[in-house]
Each structure stands twice: as structure tokens, then as C-alpha cells.
């Protein structure tokens, strides 16, 4: 085994045969922080988000912050129950691409899958630059250094992901479990001291908020409809990654609809009561929070901020402040939500590659994403997403303000057209069912839809009237591009097809076979070349030299006369000692005389083993194959002739094919005859 081979061996792990996918499937127990880490992490930012929206109005707006994370709360309910339907209706996996697909047409399912190839890369970056912001808050090392801790987050998510879902899913449940132990535990030990009267005050309480100059004592009613309806939006971050579990649903043990249904009953459930009782409680005890961009608008006893003013996220306010007595209590909640937030980004890296791989499957992608590698995972989807979330965070510098207003945009218009697809859906099944148990269920279900398509409606309106010029017509560009593009590769796979189909003409018989030798040297790979030649048979056979030297040439001539090979040797003469585009130019004049007929072209090259002894070597067949690829008419033949040291690579692989690695007897991947028998001592 090579260098390179054990380097990614030691990176990924052992290869997995295709017949081990079965072992690869998640329970619920794992499925559920696969999948729904990135849902359940929005609490750490959404209820952010919604206080800093309100916050342009001052604190005296904070009053109508549990009523927007009530609002946000319904919509989630809304969108779970509807999803819970589409996983039942669905269950291969195409989620809301394969709903748009098969009930509105090719385009309204490009147009999904350019959304969520958007929201996925976006979900990647925010979430990745808002752990970055959690670490450097605690680690003073970071500061200023975001942007490049964050990117070392992705190519490590990336790394794990790789070496497969199963095996990522472990290393992430742990994490998720304990946020959700930890948040849900603060939140409840805060109840309790609120119920007893004995809730303290965060850090920030003590602060005023100076309003927006927009937003005065004088606001009217359309401002401050139009400031809840932006803090609305900003709060739906929240129903971020709720749709990827009906796109994981293939990852699933059997039964594979029932599990994804329960778990996103489960994400519903929990995701809802965390983000209400941090809005709730922040609310409680006295929060202030601003953009961070906007520090001098709080005011510590009349005067503004230090400049050194530090403002801890939401969570970390509550934290501090509900264990104040309990140290422990407090580090747990910040570390595990700064892990969270980078480990969510692992929802993004499990459905990307999953409908990237659909995607190329339906001719809408590059073949490329359809393939998995050694561990099982679609590994070109997931090295292309981390790739793009890199460029995002950087050019944003990873700042989740900056870009959280790119986000939300691309997932509501795949929950609208999802929506209105199961809808067709039902409607199109109904007209054919004759069971009345059947038919109410079906009732049923459209209805939910049918509420499922008005929430999501609303929010998308709202979140294009509120976020287009803050930065949403980034994504909207974004989601045109992908379209564009997707629909780019459809027409060329088409039109390579229509091309590649067989017909009549295919065949006819070449009327002539014209076959040369390229030559160099009157060696064994020249010598073996002719050999192969002649047995094809050809019409007319001859040997092609470029002379470039004299009396190399003469040389040549005479040892070619002297063997008598029985073939012609044809020279053709390079003033300016070109190689390739005398061969090009000679074999497309045969073409031109025989239009009928085929130039067949036998390249004989030798084949080394090292990898260092390719960079002795000048490569002028690889560059001769590749010109005359594009030739009409024209067949290239490389005969290889193998040296001494193409021994080792060989003697590599056939260890690599061979070697019985441990638990393959076990698991009948191989035979008891292939183990190798023990050596017979005689007594």
C-alpha cells in the first residue's frame, strides 16, 4: 500500500463494499442528531435575532417578543406536520425536489433544488461563522480570527463526513444530546426561580437602548407592523433544516417512513419548547441586545458603552446569569452551544450530497455527485459544499448578522412549492380511491398541507419584503444561478444522448482501415506495437516517424532496413522539431482522402511504476491522445509495454485485492478456502 493510499486509509477509514450500505443506516437515536442538529441550533441564534430586530424600536418592544416566538412556534408546528406527510407520501429521498418534480413539473423541481442547494450552503456558513463567534468570545487567541478558525471547521466536518454517515452521526450525538440536556435543563431551572420570585437579571439589564432614528415615539403603525414583520422573518431562521429529514429519509433502518416521521415529530417538539423558553426568559430578566454593529445605541447610566463592550449571545446572558451559583452549570450551556453550532453545519453535509446525487441521477447535475466513495458517502457532494460554505464565510468574514439576512429565503420557497406539490398530490390520489378509511386519511392530510402552504405563503412574502435590499437578493441571484445552470446540464446530457443513439447507419462497415505505428525508436514497445497491428488485419500498414534530427533519422532508416519488419516507414520531417501536429496533420490527410474509411493510430508507451518516474518522462503520447481524440474518424490504440517497475504497483493492488482484512470471514465477504492455510508442521 501506498503513501497516498495509507494517508487516506488513516483519514477515512477502511473501504466499505457496496453490499455494507445496509450497515450505514441510522436508528432514531442517531438519526435525530444528524438531522436535526441544525434546527435545534437555531435556538442559539434565532431568538437573537428576533431581539435585535425589535431592538430598533428600544427595549419597550421587547414586550411583543414571546407573542413573535409564538407566531414562529405555529409556523414550525405547521411545517413539521406537513413534512411528516411528505416523508409518508416520499420516501426515496428526493424531499421537496421529488414533491415539485412529480406534481408540478421539471422546472418548479429545479427551482426547489436550486433553493435548497442555496439554503444548504448557507446553513454550512452561518452556522460554522456562529460557533466561530461563540469560541472567540471565550478564547481571547480567536479574536479577529474567525473567518479562519471557521474555515479549519468546515475541512474538519468535511473530513468526518466523509468517512461516512453512520460513523459522523456518532461522533455528533453525543454533542447534540447534551445541548438539548443543557438548555432544556437552564430553562427549566429559570422557570422555577421565576416562579419562586427569584429570577436574576442578565449582564445587560442594566442598560438602556437608544432607538433607531427611524423608529421614534412617533412611529407609526405601518413602522411598527413593518418592525414585527422583519423581526418575524428573522426569527423563521429557526425552521431551517427542518426539511432534511425528507431528504435523509433513505439513511433511515426500516421502517424508513415511520422513523422519519417520528423523528421530525420529535425535532418539532423539542426545537419549539427550547426556542420559547429562551425568548420567554430573555424577556424575564431584563435583556438588552443590539447589532453588533450598533453598540453606541446602549447606554450604561446615560453614557454609551465601553469600547472594549463585549455582548455575550443570548444563551450565554441567560446562563451566566441563571447559574450564577453554579459555575459548571454555565460552561456546559456555552461550550456545548459553541460545539452545536459548528456541529450543525453536519445536517447541510448530509442532505447536500443526497440530493446532489438525486440530482445527477435525473441528468440535473454532474454524473460525478451520484457516486459514493470508499466509506459509502456521496464524497464529491460533500467536498463541492464544503468548498462553497469556505468562499461564503470568507467573504463574509464570518459574521452571522451579515449572513443570516441571506438566509430563510431559499428554504421557504421550497417549503411553498413542497406544499402546494403534496397538495396536487392528494388531490390527484382522491380522484381515484374508493376506500373510505383511505380517502378521510387523505382528506386529512391535505388539509394539513393546505395550512402548511398558507403559513409558509405569508412568511415568504414577509421575508422578501423585509430582507430583499438587506442582502435576500443575494440568494434569490444565487438560486437563479443554480437553475440556470442545472437546466444547462439537462439540455447537454439530453442532447449527448440524442447523439448516442444507435440508428441503421451505425452499422455500416469502414471501407477502409488505414492503421499507422508511431514510432520513436526501433524498441520492444515499437516492435510489439507492429506485432498488434498486423493481427488487426488492416487494409494498409505503415510506420510513422518524426524526424527531427538528421542523422538520428538515418540511423533509424538503416536499422529499419536492416530487421526487414515487411512494414513501410513513413518520415515526415519537422523543420521546427514539432512532435504532435505533424502526426495530427498526416493521419487527418488520410481521413480526408478516405472519407469512408478509418485511421486507426497505435501509440505503443511504456508503463512505470514510481510515481517520481512519471516526471522523467515527457508524456508525448498523453498529449498526442488527447489532440487526436477530437478527430473524426479517427481511432487512437495505446499499447503499453510494462517495465520493471510497473512490477511493484502491480504486486501493491493484488495485495490490496487479496489481503483478508479482520471480520470479513465473519461477515461472509469471504470464503474459508480464501484464508490463507496454516503451515503444516511435522511431528
Known amino acids: 500500500m501506498g503513501v497516498g493510499d495509507v ?13 455494507q450500505l445496509g450497515e450505514t443506516l441510522l436508528p432514531k437515536r442517531i438519526a435525530l ?15 437573537d435575532e428576533i431581539f435585535i430586530m425589535l431592538s430598533l424600536a428600544g427595549a419597550s418592544a421587547y414586550v411583543w417578543s414571546w407573542k413573535i416566538g409564538i407566531a414562529v412556534a405555529l409556523v414550525m408546528a405547521a411545517v413539521v406536520a406537513s413534512y411528516r406527510q411528505v416523508v409518508r407520501a416520499y420516501p426515496s429521498g428526493g424531499g421537496d425536489y421529488e414533491v415539485a418534480t412529480v406534481n408540478l413539473g421539471s422546472k418548479a423541481g429545479t427551482t426547489v433544488a436550486s433553493a435548497l442547494l442555496a439554503d444548504y450552503v448557507l446553513t454550512v456558513a452561518v452556522s460554522v461563522s456562529s460557533g466561530a463567534q461563540y469560541a472567540a468570545g471565550a478564547i481571547d487567541a480567536l479574536d479577529g480570527h474567525e473567518a479562519l478558525f471557521a474555515t479549519a471547521m468546515v475541512l474538519f466536518l468535511m473530513a468526518l463526513n466523509l468517512r461516512g454517515i453512520r460513523e459522523s452521526g456518532s461522533y455528533f450525538a453525543i454533542p447534540t444530546y447534551l445541548f438539548m440536556v443543557s438548555i432544556l435543563g437552564m430553562c427549566a431551572y429559570g422557570f422555577a426561580q421565576l416562579a419562586i420570585g427569584d429570577l436574576p437579571q442578565v449582564e445587560s439589564a442594566v442598560l438602556t437602548i437608544t432607538p433607531d432614528p427611524s423608529y421614534d415615539d412617533s412611529m407609526t403603525s405601518f413602522a411598527l407592523m413593518f418592525l414585527l414583520a422583519r423581526a418575524f422573518s428573522s426569527g423563521c431562521a ?13 439513511a433511515f433502518k426500516r421502517p424508513k417512513s415511520k422513523n422519519a416521521a417520528t423523528t421530525l415529530l420529535l425535532l418539532g417538539a423539542i426545537a419549539i419548547t427550547m426556542m420559547l423558553s429562551v425568548t420567554i426568559l430573555a424577556k424575564q430578566m431584563g435583556l438588552r441586545f443590539v447589532d ?15 469600547a472594549n463592550y463585549d455582548q455575550h449571545p443570548v444563551i450565554a446572558q441567560i446562563a451566566r446569569a441563571v447559574f450564577h451559583d453554579f459555575s459548571p452549570g454555565f460552561y456546559l450551556v456555552v461550550t456545548v452551544t459553541g460545539i452545536l453550532l459548528v456541529l450543525a453545519a453536519n445536517t447541510a453535509f448530509n442532505g447536500f450530497p443526497v440530493l446532489g446525487s438525486i440530482l445527477a441521477k435525473d441528468g ?9 466513495g470508499d466509506r459509502l458517502a456521496y464524497s464529491n457532494g460533500i467536498v463541492f459544499l464544503a468548498v462553497m460554505a469556505i468562499i461564503l464565510i470568507q467573504v463574509f468574514n464570518a459574521e452571522p448578522t451579515r449572513l443570516i439576512q441571506l438566509y430563510v429565503v431559499g428554504v421557504f420557497v421550497s417549503f411553498n412549492l413542497s406544499q402546494l406539490g403534496m397538495i396536487r398530490h392528494w388531490t390527484r390520489h382522491l380522484r381515484t380511491e374508493q376506500d373510505p378509511a383511505e380517502r378521510r386519511r387523505m382528506f386529512r392530510s391535505r388539509v394539513i398541507n393546505s395550512i402548511g402552504l398558507t403559513f409558509t405563503g405569508v412568511v415568504l412574502v414577509i421575508v422578501l419584503i423585509t430582507k430583499f435590499l438587506a442582502g435576500a437578493w443575494i440568494t434569490i441571484l444565487a438560486m437563479i444561478v443554480f437553475f440556470m445552470i442545472m437546466r444547462g446540464i439537462r439540455t447537454h446530457y439530453d442532447q449527448v444522448a440524442v447523439e448516442l443513439a444507435a440508428d441503421e447507419e451505425d452499422k455500416v462497415m469502414p471501407t477502409r482501415v488505414h492503421a499507422i505505428v508511431l514510432v520513436s525508436k526501433l524498441h520492444k514497445p515499437t516492435l510489439r506495437a507492429l506485432a498488434f497491428a498486423k493481427a488487426t488485419r488492416p487494409n494498409v500498414l505503415e510506420g510513422v516517424y518524426v524526424s527531427t534530427d538528421g542523422p538520428a533519422t538515418n540511423r533509424l532508416l538503416e536499422e529499419w532496413d536492416e530487421r ?12 521546427y522539431r514539432e512532435l504532435i501536429k505533424p502526426i495530427v496533420d498526416y493521419t487527418l490527410e488520410i481521413k480526408k482522402a478516405n472519407p469512408r474509411g478509418v485511421v486507426a493510430v497505435y501509440i505503443p508507451e511504456y508503463v512505470v511504476g514510481r510515481w517520481w518516474e512519471q516526471l522523467l518522462h515527457n508524456q508525448t503520447a498523453l498529449r498526442l491522445k488527447g489532440r487526436l481524440l477530437f478527430a473524426p474518424g479517427v481511432m487512437v490504440t495505446s499499447v503499453p509495454y510494462q517495465l520493471r517497475s510497473s512490477q511493484i504497483a502491480r504486486e501493491r493492488e493484488e495485495r490490496e485485492l487479496t489481503r483478508v482484512r479482520p471480520g470479513d470471514l465473519r461477515r461472509g465477504q469471504v470464503s474459508e478456502q480464501a484464508t490463507p492455510p496454516r503451515r503444516q508442521v511435522d511431528r
Open 33 to 47: 442528531p444528524v438531522f436535526a442538529s441544525d434546527a435545534l441550533s437555531s435556538v442559539a441564534y434565532a431568538p
Open 7 to 19: 494517508s487516506k486509509r488513516i483519514l477515512l477509514g477502511r473501504k466499505l463494499r457496496s453490499s
Open 364 to 372: 440535473y447535475a454532474p454524473r460525478a455527485l451520484a457516486s459514493r
Open 292 to 306: 453588533p454593529s450598533d453598540l453606541d445605541r446602549l447606554k450604561q447610566n446615560g453614557q454609551g458603552v465601553p
Open 564 to 575: 526487414n519488419l515487411g512494414v513501410p516507414l513513413k518520415v515526415l520531417h519537422s523543420p
Open 238 to 250: 429557526a425552521l431551517t433544516g427542518v426539511e432534511a429529514i425528507s431528504n435523509g429519509v433513505p
